[in-house]
């Protein structure tokens, strides 16, 4: 897949978030439960999939720890996501509820900022085929 086609994929994985986002707002609780554990287990499948191509996949050592680094935080959003269910007490409904806003406020900043260094990414290396290909070209 071409650098640019896994940006594609990328906006439009962000439409399709973006799309379940604003459904939320109309759903049931029982609905936007389901809807929340769907989306739990494909951030897992995709997770496992990602472990499963790190060995194969050429990358560099920033990039290996960036992604450990996300699979850590995700793994702590989740657990903390969970031991949120457990809270029952009422009093405290409000500060789990800021607690779990602020949460996804932080994630999206992460994949605004992650959408960024992607960018980047693939321009460097788009930048850095064409150098190889002129200087083997050249001699």
């Known amino acids: ?15 399709v978030a973006e799309d379940h986002a604003s459904r939320a707002a109309a759903a049931s609780r029982e609905q936007l439960r389901a809807e929340v554990e769907r989306a739990r287990e494909e951030a897992q499948a995709a997770r496992m999939q990602e472990t499963a191509r790190g060995g194969e996949a050429k990358m560099s050592q920033w990039w290996a720890e960036m ?10 959003v989740s657990s903390d996501i969970q031991a949120r269910k457990q809270e029952h007490d009422a009093a405290r409904a409000g500060r789990v509820a800021d607690r779990a ?20 990414a693939v321009l460097d290396a788009q930048l850095a085929r064409m150098e190889a290909d002129d200087k083997s070209a050249n001699g």
């Open 1 to 15: 897949m071409a650098l640019s086609d896994t940006l594609t994929t990328l906006a439009e994985r962000a439409k």
């Open 101 to 120: 806003e602020a949460d996804a406020i932080a994630a999206v900043e992460f994949a605004l900022a992650a959408v960024e260094e992607a960018e980047y």
């Open 67 to 76: 992604q450990q680094n996300w699979r850590d935080h995700t793994a702590k």
